[in-house]
């Protein structure tokens, strides 16, 4: 993988980037759709890569894991053969699906102990075994397998988690390097700083996880409940340490709003199921706010989705037919509403990326951000 730096806002430290992978080339900043198992819900992949234009997707190691296995999945040859996406894909590491199975699992020095959401059944993940699985897997970017803190989080207990994290890393890093791609093209691997809330804690994992020297690297353990201003100000903190030259990916982030701010801070790189699981429920993310179409002011609207309908062309159905469709229950209504965040989503980064090689990001940022946020 290579990253190159393409541009630099000069009043924030927004920067546009270009990361190149063997499955593709990705612009950044850019928001990753979610395919939790294997498919970004409600979506098919010829929409995903010429409607939505998406340029990278994520893949869940825990949940390709269970199901349908990794047999199966080597089988057809890795998750780009098996899905049908020939684009870049990132997998996680299965450090968050561990963090929300608190009932069902055990954190220890060798690796976590789970059982299965599905059946039950017992399972261990070490820093080792979630390398090889993440190698059959076949992603393109591989994550470090961490624990995510939750918040609020005892300074005492993220303290040891991050030095257990760190510790997990250097056997990933090790068990990484000492094993080969499966499938005939080159994999990257990304570390992860954690540290909850905590000043000390985040620069010091942020210090540890540069050391190391991968090609790109990660924030997690933030967008798990901590207010926006937290989330923002634990970000700053770590991009300020962690490598320029490098990606740097902030986990499981967020809303428009939250998506610009941070960007306005550093992070080239995105991902989080809400444009995809809030459409399910009939929330909207729109240029001008944020809409929940089951309400019943929209039940005569006749008006596209988006006022922009050249922009959207592929979703411009009219607010009172995706009420209808919602209310109905009807598939159809979760289809449009998850294409329309998505297209959403694609193009706040788009443009924002656009905005920066123009020198024009942070006012532009500023009257999007007040825009973005408000309810319609």
Not at 56 to 78: C, F, Q, S, V
Not at 233 to 262: F, H, S, W
Not at 274 to 301: C, H, Q, S, V, Y
Not at 350 to 366: D, L, P, Q, T, V
Request: net charge negative.
């Amino acid at each position: 993988m290579k990253f190159n730096l393409k541009a630099q806002d000069p009043l924030s430290k927004a920067r546009a980037g270009e990361i190149t992978t063997d499955h593709g080339t990705i612009q950044t900043p850019i928001f990753m759709p979610v395919g939790t198992a294997g498919t970004v819900k409600a979506v098919h992949q010829h929409e995903l890569k010429n409607d939505i234009k998406a340029q990278i997707i994520l893949g869940n190691t825990y949940h390709l894991y269970l199901r349908p296995g990794l047999d199966t999945i080597e089988k057809a040859g890795g998750l780009h053969k098996f899905n049908g996406w020939d684009g870049p894909i990132l997998t996680d590491s299965g450090g968050y699906q561990v963090y929300s199975l608190t009932e069902v699992r055990k954190i220890k020095e060798e690796g976590v102990t789970f059982r299965s959401h599905i059946d039950g059944s017992k399972h261990l993940f070490t820093p080792e075994n979630v390398m090889d699985i993440q190698r059959t897997i076949g992603a393109d970017i591989i994550m470090a397998f961490d624990e995510c803190t939750p918040y609020p989080c005892e300074y005492n207990y993220a303290k040891r988690s991050i030095e257990m994290t760190h510790r997990w890393l250097k056997r990933c890093c090790d068990r990484f390097d000492s094993t080969q791609p499966k499938y005939g093209y080159d994999q990257t691997f990304f570390p992860i700083v954690q540290g909850s809330v905590y000043k000390d804690l985040r620069v010091r994992s942020a210090e540890v996880i540069a050391s190391f020297e991968r090609e790109g690297n990660a924030i997690g353990g933030l967008s798990v409940g901590e207010p926006a201003e937290e989330m923002y100000a634990m970000t700053e903190i770590v991009c300020d340490i962690l490598p320029e030259q490098k990606p740097r990916y902030l986990m499981g982030v967020g809303t428009p709003v939250n998506i610009l701010e941070n960007i306005a801070l550093g992070i080239d790189m995105f991902d989080c199921v809400m444009p995809t699981r809030n459409a399910r429920n009939g929330m909207l993310f729109t240029k001008d706010g944020i809409i929940n179409i089951k309400n019943e002011k929209w039940k005569n609207d006749f008006s596209p989705i988006e006022a922009d309908s050249d922009l959207f062309a592929d979703t411009a159905y009219t607010k009172a037919y995706l009420r209808h469709l919602i209310h109905s229950g009807e598939m159809l209504g979760a289809q449009i509403a998850t294409l329309h965040n998505l297209h959403f989503y694609l193009w706040l980064v788009a443009e924002a990326r656009e905005k920066i090689i123009a020198g024009e990001f942070y006012n532009w940022k500023k009257i999007m951000v007040n825009r973005l946020g408000q309810r319609l």
